[in-house]
């Protein structure tokens, strides 16, 4: 599987923001607080969904743009030859 790019309508600190992964290899290289964790999460979120809201310390809690805005986005992949995309909201 290859992911091609996301787009983040908001997920905790991120906000309307489109990333492009581009070549065989991606990696972020970013200072603490940058929100490389919460990336990995809106990935994983994206193909298996969060934890129910009624869980103590849950993801879903964590994933909430911090402004109040919605949150969701899509994530476009490549597997088998074959292009897929993904929207939550």
Do not use: Q, V
Request: aromatic share 12%; net charge positive; with cysteine.
């Amino acid at each position: 599987m290859k992911l091609l790019k996301c787009h983040i309508l908001g997920f905790g600190n991120w906000k309307n923001k489109t990333i492009d992964f581009k070549g065989s290899l991606t990696s972020i290289c970013e200072k603490n607080g940058f929100g490389k964790s919460s990336l990995a999460s809106f990935i994983r979120a994206m193909f298996y969904g969060l934890e129910k809201a009624n869980k103590a310390n849950n993801d879903r809690k964590r994933a909430m743009p911090l402004d109040g805005s919605p949150c969701g986005g899509s994530l476009d992949f490549e597997w088998k030859e074959n292009r897929y995309a993904i929207e939550r909201s």
